[in-house]
């Protein structure tokens, strides 16, 4: 028998309330930190071993939720089943994420991957029906448009157009954005009514076999090159760490695949997706603050005001779907509207911006 899917019907007293935004921050910067470490590994290892020590390490972290599910025999009829075609639109999505940062800098490949915003509305338009009523209303489509506008605005209106290995990061910028939003259309056709973790920790085994035997086939060494980071230092001088690169890049597949998305969970169940993914939506910003300290990117006032507006947009996406589900819930009995409420949590991959 499968698990009851987690309620994302807000908890209720301050300290609940406290623990959710405790959890959507570190979230936010947990997400945030992953396109710098992508960038920081950029210069020392290939992006094929990047991802599969990422997803291979992480996925020892959700490991056991599925041997805990196995032991308990409540691991739901199909999941393996209903996971596959979900991991697979992942793999694909997360080689162009990381492959983006061996191309273009971090801020403006976060600002770009607003941009799976407009192939969520396409694809959500054209495969459920009930998703189009919300998609036609103005404020929707201004959202959208928003985004568009945003996203184009950011990727054209730096010092100089994008070429050559610039374009090409752009490019699979918006190649992952699309990724992504296929993954979150596919998750919620073929995942929908299981447990979200449990939904999570199978899609990411499958990655991590994706990601391993990708990087086995095509990484320097065959993945190998990465124990040359063990015991070369982080940092120098006084800024130097206790901990070598190879530490520290497990400890990014901690904060960002393992981590990040419990307390993204978390949240959802203390403060309501909407509120989670609006906050998630900063993450750009973030980003792009991050780059400037550490790599020196800077992005013209052109491009922040374009990148506001992308964001502006994609909030105002959500706001819109938020209101629309609300709405629904008006005309529910009262004893379908808890059970309608709990489908939020069905798909919480629809903010993700990339591991």
């Not at 061996?102 to 959500?124: C, E, M």
């Not at 752009?170 to 009514?193: E, Q």
């Not at 300290?293 to 947009?313: D, H, I, K, N, Y």
């Not at 529910?332 to 798909?347: G, I, K, N, R, S």
């Amino acid at each position: 028998m499968a698990s009851p899917p987690l309620s994302v019907a807000p908890s209720s007293g301050p300290p609940a309330l406290w623990a959710g935004v405790v959890a959507i921050v570190l979230t936010l910067v947990g997400w945030s930190s992953i396109p710098l470490f992508l960038r920081h590994f950029a210069d020392s290892i290939d992006f094929w071993t990047s991802n599969g020590w990422r997803y291979g390490f992480s996925a020892l972290f959700w490991f056991p939720v599925l041997v805990w599910g196995l032991a308990r025999r409540d691991l739901p009829v199909g999941l393996w089943r209903a996971a596959f075609w979900p991991s697979v639109i992942n793999c694909g999505a997360q080689v162009c994420f990381c492959w983006a940062h061996y191309k273009i800098d971090p801020g403006l490949l976060t600002f770009g991957l607003r941009s799976n915003i407009v192939f969520v509305t396409i694809g959500a338009a054209i495969f459920f029906a009930a998703e189009r009523a919300v998609i036609r209303s103005p404020g929707y489509l201004v959202g959208v448009s928003m985004v568009v506008v945003g996203t184009v605005g950011t990727m054209l209106l730096g010092d100089g157009l994008p070429r050559g290995a610039t374009l090409f990061g752009v490019i699979l910028a918006i190649a992952s954005g699309a990724g992504f939003a296929a993954y979150a259309l596919a998750v919620r056709h073929w995942m929908h009514g299981i447990n979200a973790i449990q939904s999570f920790a199978a899609i990411s085994l499958y990655t991590a076999v994706g990601m391993v035997g990708l990087m086995i086939a095509f990484g320097d060494r065959a993945g190998l090159a990465a124990l040359d980071l063990i015991g070369r230092p982080v940092g120098a001088g006084e800024s130097r760490l206790w901990i070598d690169q190879f530490s520290l890049l497990l400890i990014s597949a901690l904060i960002g695949i393992a981590f990040g998305h419990v307390a993204y969970y978390f949240s959802i169940a203390r403060l309501g997706l909407a509120v989670s993914a609006g906050v998630v939506q900063l993450q750009p910003f973030f980003v792009s603050i991050g780059s400037l300290m550490l790599f020196g990117e800077r992005l013209t006032v052109p491009q922040w005001l374009s990148g506001g507006v992308a964001v502006a947009g994609a909030g105002l996406v959500l706001a819109m779907q938020h209101v629309r589900k609300h709405a629904a819930f008006d005309d529910l009995p009262p004893d379908h509207v808890a059970a309608a409420a709990t489908a939020e949590t069905q798909a919480p991959e629809d903010a993700r911006a990339g591991d």
